[in-house]
């Protein structure tokens, strides 16, 4: 059915049909390349990534995807994040900008530092650090700037280079969401100091849950190798002597034998999910009270998943509009995250290491509190979260903006009336 017949249907609320009748296609992401892979590594008789050959060859290939020359495994894309603030000497009562909507490893790999997060806003169209934020928070106890490519958006990454490179910062890409993710030609993950992936579960590519990191700097690549590892050094004929503290990520055979596979798959992965989103993305604009996200000049996403901003002045309340999208058959939410990061009470309540403050007490001037990042906040409470996924079909866009587009005018017009 056309997209201007479909708005004029009764509201699948009110009783008319749904836009979305059939079920969002699915896949198996799992099947026989990584049951070959799994088998290859337990026939080693050793799952341990220094012993085995499989996380030497994911090492190897991944950063040779990325036309990198170091690749350091761990166990989480938090752990990633961890290793790679730790590889910078990241140290307690430093202070590491990043974004004020992010997931908590973000800050959790910034807080098991010892180091203070301080929220930078958003540019309010594509939902990344604005610099201009940014350069407000640095301060001198600045040490590191992350940069999270929220949804796979890439940032603003030649403003934020300039800040890190007048200021003596580390730049590190939060690159989570952002598998294949390009700024001007170059991608996410080898523009700033490290990039850090994840593997869990909800991933582009997943191996349960692992990590990786990226570098060009051998220096960088070393110490990182040593923080994944109790600061112990598994090079041949190496003394055992650890010089610094240093946790245990170490990823294991199976996680890298399970991400060789689907190694294999991410540019497959990536380009159905772009063919997808940017198709989404088109669909979108023109809709009454509807905002699409923007991507930075030259970039080019890769759609963990999508956010759109909607006006209530023009749609009435967004629960009401997710409702309506829902009984459409349309699979929506009510954004990412229910708050800004700085909002949730680790921050609020200060609360730390062991049920203390520490080490917000290294920092009692670093606020949080509502007002703090105003952009993010207008972002929270008015933008909706659409799924994207690699096995999603023409049906399943065709009908998803037939139903978007039904609810929008319907409500639109009801706010006129």
């Not at 807080?111 to 934020?133: E, K, M, N, Q, W």
Request: net charge negative; aromatic share 10%.
């Amino acid at each position: 059915m056309p997209a201007s017949l479909a708005a004029l249907e009764p509201l699948a609320l009110h009783g008319g049909p749904k836009a979305k009748p059939t079920p969002y296609a699915t896949g198996k992401r799992f099947v026989a390349e990584e049951l070959q892979q799994l088998s290859e590594a337990l026939d080693q008789q050793t799952l341990f990534y220094a012993s085995g050959k499989k996380t030497k060859e994911f090492r190897e290939r991944f950063a040779a995807r990325y036309g990198v020359a170091h690749c350091v495994t761990c166990t989480s894309g938090t752990a990633a994040l961890h290793v790679a603030l730790g590889a910078c000497r990241i140290a307690p009562g430093d202070e590491v900008i990043t974004a004020s909507i992010t997931d908590i490893g973000t800050c959790a790999a910034i807080l098991l530092c010892g180091a203070i997060p301080v929220f930078a806003d958003l540019d309010p169209h594509t939902y990344t650090l604005d610099p201009r934020s940014v350069a407000e928070k640095i301060s001198p106890r600045t040490a590191a700037i992350v940069a999270v490519h929220l949804t796979g958006a890439p940032c603003e990454m030649d403003a934020l280079g300039a800040l890190a490179r007048d200021h003596d910062l580390w730049l590190i890409e939060d690159c989570a969401q952002a598998y294949h993710a390009e700024y001007r030609r170059r991608l996410c993950g080898t523009i700033g100091d490290i990039g850090c992936f994840s593997m869990n579960d909800f991933k582009h590519i997943s191996a349960g849950d692992a990590g990786m990191i990226l570098t060009h700097d051998r220096d960088l690549a070393h110490r990182a190798e040593l923080f994944a590892d109790k600061c112990y050094d598994r090079s041949p004929g190496a003394a055992r002597n650890p010089f610094f503290l240093a946790p245990n990520y170490r990823m294991c055979e199976l996680h890298a034998a399970v991400g060789l596979a689907q190694l294999e798959k991410l540019d497959g992965i990536v380009a159905r999910r772009r063919s997808y989103g940017d198709r989404l993305h088109a669909g979108l604009h023109g809709l009454p009270g509807l905002t699409p996200q923007r991507f930075v000049e030259g970039g080019r996403g890769s759609y963990w998943f999508y956010l759109f901003r909607m006006d209530e002045k023009v749609l009435g309340p967004r629960a009401a509009f997710v409702k309506a999208l829902a009984a459409e058959g349309v699979s929506a939410s009510d954004g990412y995250v229910d708050r800004a990061t700085y909002l949730y009470d680790l921050f609020t309540k200060r609360q730390g290491f062991g049920g203390t403050d520490f080490p917000f007490s290294l920092a009692p001037h670093v606020e949080y509190r509502e007002g703090l990042c105003p952009t993010a906040e207008a972002i929270v409470s008015d933008c909706v979260k659409l799924p994207v996924s690699e096995w999603f079909s023409e049906e399943d866009l065709a009908q998803t903006l037939v139903g978007i587009r039904k609810v929008a005018e319907h409500f639109a017009g009801t706010a006129r009336a």
